[in-house]
């Protein structure tokens, strides 16, 4: 069993950034390609950044290319997405999630279906 506790979320401008962090309770996190996703109020959660278990490999939603970063910390068992040049669509919570290594993390990065274990959220909130 793991758990993720994500934080950072908050109000911010239109424009600005914020850094979501996510800690996760396990001794073998790196055991664990790592997602973010989000939902926004009326919507469907859709993925947002995915990062395999040793960083090297990323993808990002077409939504939030060229904004934001997604990294992690093996060492601090966290992840972290960098959101820059926030926009009011960008509101929604934000959740992360964990996928076993043993799932195929270039088919599967973005189907949240494959995810194993999830944060309960952190609320962003870009306001225009």
């Known amino acids: 069993q793991v758990q993720l506790v994500e934080s950072g979320g908050g109000l911010v401008q239109a424009g600005g950034s914020l850094r979501l962090s996510c800690a996760a309770s396990?001794?073998?996190?790196?055991?664990?390609?790592m997602g973010w996703f989000r939902q926004a109020p009326g919507k469907e959660r859709e993925f947002v950044a995915a990062?395999?278990?040793?960083?090297?490999?990323?993808y990002y939603a077409d939504s939030v290319k060229g904004r934001s970063t997604i990294s992690r910390d093996n060492a601090r068992n966290t992840v972290y997405l960098q959101m820059n040049s926030l926009k009011p669509e960008d509101t929604a919570v934000y959740y992360c999630?964990?996928?076993?290594?043993?799932?195929?993390?270039?088919?599967?990065?973005?189907?949240?279906?494959?995810?194993?274990?999830w944060g309960q959220g952190t609320q962003v909130t870009v306001s225009s």
């Open positions: 990062i395999n278990w040793s960083g090297g490999i990323t």
């Open positions: 396990t001794r073998t996190f790196s055991s664990y390609h």
């Open positions: 999630a964990a996928l076993q290594t043993s799932t195929n993390y270039n088919l599967n990065y973005y189907r949240g279906s494959q995810y194993a274990y």
